[in-house]
């Protein structure tokens, strides 16, 4: 079974908006590996600050995007890249929600 090839650009492209809203950098969202391994460092502060569980995986994830971001290596690069997706992809949506919630961002009602 084959595998699908993940990029910088599409873990950028799926998880920058929600990233950077949490990092409250949503003005500056991340264009570069590197930029979004940083806000993804500050998103999983504000995880846990927020008492939002999932915040371990966020800074994982980071730590993995920076290996990826300094890795010279395409297939060591790869990898890093496939395991922060791995971590991301479950938790990200379902935290995002819950930290707008928390901060009276939500779309939750209409007033």
Do not use: C
Request: glycine share 8%.
């Amino acid at each position: 079974m084959p595998t699908t090839v993940i990029t910088a650009a599409d873990i950028i492209r799926h998880y920058a908006a929600a990233i950077a809203y949490v990092a409250e950098k949503d003005k500056d969202q991340a264009t570069d590996i590197g930029t979004f391994a940083d806000q993804l460092g500050t998103a999983a502060r504000n995880f846990l600050m927020a008492r939002i569980d999932g915040h371990e995986d966020v800074q994982t994830a980071a730590a993995f995007l920076h290996e990826a971001h300094v890795s010279i290596d395409a297939n060591e690069r790869t990898v890093f890249l496939r395991k922060a997706d791995k971590l991301l992809a479950p938790i990200v949506w379902d935290m995002t929600e819950e930290y707008r919630g928390m901060v009276g961002d939500g779309d939750e009602g209409d007033g």
